[in-house]
């Protein structure tokens, strides 16, 4: 959720590195402490807007992590499902995962996945989950944090 804004978010779906997004990635093998991205590791942004006809539905698409020692297998489109909401002062997004799409988990290993994100708006400035801007978070699972699932 992002509240404090003024000014309406701006999303462009074939610009999603100038757009107000929420990039995220996971390791469903989480090897502590790897500092280069295996196939196990994914990178997705989220645009709260910007899809569809009238470009008011959320985007959701995978990305490949640079520097990894080998890409990840790609998600299936329609795989992953996203909702936005447009509020008065911001947006909220929400994101669902299928059991598909994490690619590489097992669930008789520990249930653990590597996990971060980083939220990009360009009214807000940058929020990231485990670690600042001065990590290579982006391509390096090292400073990631790790996601305990429960049952």
């Excluded at 598909?100 to 989950?129: I, K, M, N, S």
């Excluded at 290579?136 to 429960?150: H, K, N, Q, R």
Aim: proline letters at 9%; aromatic letters at 12%.
């Amino acid at each position: 959720r992002a509240s404090g804004r003024r000014r309406p978010v701006g999303c462009d779906e074939g610009r999603y590195g100038a757009s107000d997004a929420v990039h995220f990635w996971r390791e469903t093998r989480h090897p502590y402490g790897a500092p280069r991205a295996s196939r196990f590791c994914h990178r997705f942004y989220l645009l709260p807007t910007g899809g569809g006809q009238r470009r008011d539905e959320p985007v959701i698409e995978q990305l490949m992590i640079n520097r990894a020692r080998e890409d990840a297998r790609r998600v299936r489109p329609g795989e992953l499902k996203a909702r936005s909401e447009r509020r008065v002062d911001g947006y909220l997004v929400e994101l669902f995962l299928p059991a598909t799409a994490l690619g590489g988990f097992d669930p008789a290993e520990p249930p653990r996945l590597g996990f971060t994100y980083a939220v990009f708006d360009h009214e807000l400035g940058t929020q990231t989950f485990a670690s600042g801007g001065e990590f290579p978070y982006d391509d390096d699972p090292s400073p990631w944090g790790t996601l305990e699932l429960v049952r």
